[in-house]
T-cell receptor, first 114, second 110 residues
Framework: DAGVIQSPRHEVTEMGQEVTLRCKPI?????LFWYRQTMMRGLELLIY????????DSGMPEDRFSAKMPNASFSTLKIQPSEPRDSAVYFC????????????FGPGTRLLVL | GQNIDQPTEMTATEGAIVQINCTYQ??????LFWYQQHAGEAPTFLSY????GLEEKGRFSSFLSRSKGYSYLLLKELQMKDSASYLC???????????FGRGTSLIVHP
């Protein structure tokens, strides 16, 4: 298995632009998680899905952030419009059964908003 | 709110033992996790404690005291590859969403 796949691996954009991060979970995993990591705030869970349905988005910082999972093999995290404070590493993770202990993380997308 | 405290940085010698502490104040409790994260990489799961006591897994052990809001991660026979950041995360009562500490950067030197 290829593991969790994220794209792009690096993204540099200007303030105000739309940013779309993509994630392909491990086949057969029914949970998908989006995290953000910064030096200031550490690692934060933004939102998670079960069987493509968003279960808890209380970690999403504000309305500029949205996440979708149109099918079991693909999810997106969108920021519109982007701001410099959104600069962070965004991780996607998936698991079978929802256990945190069985999560597999993707390599992350390093986002820089100028 | 939730509050997780752990030391920012620790250093230790190869072959030694190191204990990384984590204290927390949360609304209820629903499990504590430890993750390892090497620089530039994603976190990897190390341990999960929901009951008091010590959980041992090879060179790594994790301890929990719910009454004290305290956990530690014990690393034995340190190796250079153990140099990494160690994240403590606590899931408050009635929630699936964990709160992560800022992480403890462990430097293992020869």
């Amino acid at each position: 298995d290829a593991g969790v796949i994220q794209s792009p691996r690096h993204e540099v954009t200007e303030m105000g632009q739309e940013v779309t991060l993509r994630c392909k979970p491990i086949s057969g995993h029914d949970y998908l998680f989006w995290y953000r990591q910064t030096m200031m705030r550490g690692l934060e869970l933004l939102i998670y899905f079960n069987n493509n349905v968003p279960i808890d988005d209380s970690g999403m910082p504000e309305d500029r952030f949205s996440a979708k999972m149109p099918n079991a093999s693909f999810s997106t995290l969108k920021i519109q419009p982007s701001e410099p404070r959104d600069s962070a590493v965004y991780f996607c993770a998936s698991s079978r059964g929802g256990g945190m202990e069985t999560q597999y993380f993707g390599p992350g997308t390093r986002l820089l908003v100028l | 709110g939730q509050n997780i405290d752990q030391p920012t940085e620790m250093t230790a010698t190869e072959g030694a033992i190191v204990q990384i502490n984590c204290t927390y104040q949360t609304s209820g409790f629903n499990g504590l996790f430890w993750y390892q994260q090497h620089a530039g990489e994603a976190p990897t799961f190390l341990s999960y404690n929901v009951l008091d006591g010590l959980e041992e897994k090879g060179r790594f052990s994790s301890f929990l005291s719910r009454s004290k809001g305290y956990s530690y991660l014990l690393l034995k026979e340190l190796q250079m590859k153990d140099s990494a950041s160690y994240l403590c995360a606590v899931r408050p009562g009635g929630s699936y969403i964990p709160t992560f500490g800022r992480g403890t950067s462990l430097i293992v030197h020869p």
